[in-house]
């Protein structure tokens, strides 16, 4: 079942902007990430914010966590070339067995950074 | 450490034939995942182990497809027999502690079934 729903599904910047992504999600959660998939590659895993964190930074990337609406959002500042990419939230669902949970990803925003 | 290591890189096959995926997760990573990804359905997650046992097997779409893992470092994704709408990217990620905490992916397998 479909958890996190990116917006918007494609974005396109000019080099040096800041992009800005957003994530909602249905049910409560106790963490969020976000990942980076390159054009042909597997997924790379960015930034894990919990449940109990409103904000967290990692280099260029600024990531904000809102429970009561059940939404998440990514920036990256100063955009270069090579953050073209697409960018996908994921969020915990619970499985079939109890207490077990897995990781749902959304359909992801696809970045491009035009130089 | 290498990361996830999966094989082939491509795959092309006929329809009906058989076609085996194959991944080697993060040493000491106790989870392990297999995701598919197409255009149109996005990532979905087909099944995940936790200590070589399979845990959720809900997302694998049907009886043609199989998954096992025989020991901690390997685990295979079998489809028999394949179908043209099963080409897709199939991805194997491992996690370390529970299965909700971050994914180390694998480069994954372009498959496609003519």
């Not at chain 1, 994530?23 to 990942?35: A, H, V």
């Not at chain 1, 955009?79 to 990803?105: E, H, M, N, W």
């Not at chain 2, 194959?22 to 255009?39: A, E």
């Not at chain 2, 990532?43 to 893992?69: C, H, Q």
Request: aromatic share 8%; glycine share 8%; hydrophobic share 30%.
């Amino acid at each position: 079942s479909q958890q996190g729903e990116e917006d918007p599904q494609a974005l396109s910047i000019q080099e040096g902007e800041n992009a800005t992504m957003n994530c909602s999600y249905k049910t409560s959660i106790n963490n969020l990430q976000w990942y980076r998939q390159n054009s042909g590659r597997g997924l790379v895993h960015l930034i894990l914010i919990r449940s109990n964190e409103r904000e967290k930074h990692s280099g260029r990337l600024r990531v904000t966590l809102d429970t009561s609406k059940k939404s998440s959002s990514l920036l990256i500042t100063a955009s270069r070339a090579a953050d073209t990419a697409s960018y996908f939230c994921a969020t915990p669902s619970r499985g079939i067995i109890q207490g077990a949970q897995k990781l749902v990803f959304g359909q992801g925003t696809r970045l491009t950074i035009n130089p | 450490d290498a990361g996830v290591i999966q094989s082939p890189r491509h795959e092309v096959t006929e329809m009906g034939q058989e076609v085996t995926l194959r991944c080697k997760p993060i040493s000491g990573h106790d989870y392990l995942f297999w995701y598919r990804q197409t255009m149109m359905r996005g990532l979905e997650l087909l099944i995940y182990f936790n200590n070589n046992v399979p845990i959720d097997d809900s997302g694998m779409p049907e009886d043609r497809f199989s998954a096992k893992m025989p020991n901690a470092s390997f685990s295979t994704l079998k489809i028999q027999p394949s179908e043209p709408r099963d080409s897709a990217v199939y991805f194997c990620a491992s996690s370390l502690g529970q299965g909700n905490e971050k994914l180390f992916f694998g480069s994954g397998t372009q498959l496609s079934v003519l």
